[in-house]
């Protein structure tokens, strides 16, 4: 992940509150001089640091899990630079307005921190092992999980470090710092047995010093009535430049010889698998992020059929045998109802959506149902509800991957008070993967809408309902209707209508008409107007309104996806 400020003048990376404090001298001190450091403290946060009258402010801007930024108390903002310019207009409860950048003197390059160098590595290798994946599935999960990992891994970084010892005794790290040069400063960390904490064990004057670490509530570390970090080694960091109450600031580690040696990399312990039985789907909330349910701990993150022996024996048609059947439904369309199921793979069992088909004799419905089937058997994306296959018996069956937590609209519209906006974007953003995956894939899906989005979870969203979708040919960019049939008009892009032609644009139209459900909470678009008013509205230039609440960010992209050419 590229750093968010890595492109701003007056952003200087890594260096300390001091450091920070002498460039604005040589900038000349005047009211409003500002630049942008790193957060030595938390993970992906920043530090504006201001002049006034001849003083130094320092504001920590923190980076939330959605990726925006805000000062303590302040507005959120998408990024660093949009923050800085916001306070550039609006002082809004700082000292004064930023006037002036302290630019980066010539040659001074942005100072790398420590965990910089070493994220992208560890993201890949975090979730390669974690969640054995590789390929397409292995890049998806980087892209769509790397702030939740980004976290996972940093706060296990230590792990890695040279001055980490593991779970070494108390004496053991003495006998660790006494042998060869005793200078003052060298240090080590190492696990308590008992407790599981952590302790600093520093030498100075000759002598060993061991300094327990605090884990607070939140999950900050300290050492005992010192300044709270979000990681061990943000800890070490700060401890280097400053003492904090220690008897010495640190200064050179005492190597472990185990951590020099390329041994494959110590990785978190493999964090729990969710089971697909959890029948309503939902992790408890208020959730910490350490245990927040990531779509890769998801028993639906793959295909079934990603294991090469159940692979062997996929077929299209499914043998009823294997297949059990709930009274329970799920829900219900024009074609019949959808229930709760069983399927038995070679392996495991998984649970399953069948749709069912009522009307059994009528011969078009059927072909349309294996039109469905046959679109659905192509894809294999983990923001698009699976195909397991199909089933003839009492009657058509469509077996899918599970959804429980239903579709999209329902979901926002129930649940409006415990699903802030930043997990509306996040489902938003897995949608547009999957959308991505389709339009590679050369398929339009034609009906689009927060319906046929269904919740694996509450952070987990799977594109479904592809009775419309068509495949285009190679050399098509777009699928011509032969007549108008029952469309979903109010999702529907201009030139469908008009023309009754369909393409991945006029899915991107749907996708805006989609994300506008999504942030008004599953409300129905255009609600006064009919399907047919809604043309001659657009016609007019006029656009669906941004949605209360909604980041001005989304509205805006809403509004791209609306454009007529
Ligand atoms: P239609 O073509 O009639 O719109 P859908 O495929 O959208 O049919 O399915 C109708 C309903 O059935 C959905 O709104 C949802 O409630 C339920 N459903 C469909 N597929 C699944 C699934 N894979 N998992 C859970 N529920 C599902
Ligand atoms: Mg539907």
Known sequence: MPDAAGHLPFYYGSISRSDAEEYLKLGGMMDGLFLLRQCLRTLGGYVLSVVYN???????VERQLNGTYAIAGGKTHCGPAELCEYYSKDADGLCCTLRRPCNRPQGVEI????????????????????????????????????????????????????????NIAREEAERKLYSGAQPDGKYLMRERKESGTY???????????????????????????????????????YLKIKSDGMITVLKEACPNASSLTPAPPSLP??????????????????????????????????????????????????????????????????????????????????????????????????????????????????????????????????????APGGPLNKFLSSKKDQVPVSNVVELMHQVSMGMKYLEGKNFVH?????????????????????GLSKALAADDSYYKARAFGKWPLKWYAPESINYRKFSSRSDVWSYGITMWEAFSYGQKPYRKLKGTEVMSFIDRNERLPCPTDCPPEMYQLMLDCWIIK
């Open 446 to 466: 034609r009906d689009l809408a927060a319906r046929n989005v269904l919740l694996v979870n509450q952070h987990y969203a799977k594109i479904s309902d592809f």
């Open 269 to 402: 312990k493999v964090r729990q698998l969710a089971s697909s039985a959890n029948s309503d789907g939902y992790t408890p909330e208020p959730f910490t992020e350490k245990s927040r349910i990531l779509p890769m701990d998801t028993s639906v993150y793959e295909s079934p059929y990603s294991d090469p022996e159940e692979l062997k024996e996929r077929k299209l048609f499914v043998n009823r045998d294997l297949l059990l059947i709930d009274e329970v439904e799920l829900g219900s369309g024009n074609f019949g109802c959808v229930k709760k199921g069983v399927y038995k793979l070679k392996k495991r069992q998984i649970d399953v959506a069948v749709k069912m088909l009522k009307v059994q004799d009528e011969k078009t419905v059927k072909e349309e149902m294996m039109k469905e089937a046959e679109i659905m058997h192509q894809l294999d994306n983990p923001y698009i509800v699976r195909m397991i296959g199909v089933c003839q018996a009492e009657c058509l069956m469509l077996v899918m991957e599970m």
């Open 54 to 60: 001849l003083h130094f402010h320092h504001y920590p």
């Open 111 to 166: 100072q790398a921190g420590v965990f910089d160098n070493m994220r992208d590595n560890m993201m890949r290798e975090y979730v390669r092992q974690t969640w054995k994946l590789e390929g397409d599935a292995l890049e998806q999960a980087i892209i769509s999980q790397a702030p939740q990992v980004e976290k996972l891994i940093a706060t296990t970084a230590h792990e890695r470090m040279q001055w980490y010892h593991g």
């Open 199 to 237: 302790a600093l064990s520093v030498i100075y004057g000759k002598t060993v010093y061991h300094y327990r670490i605090d884990h607070d509530k939140s999950g900050k570390y300290s050492i005992p009535e010192g300044t709270k970090f979000d990681t061990l080694w943000q800890l070490v960091e």
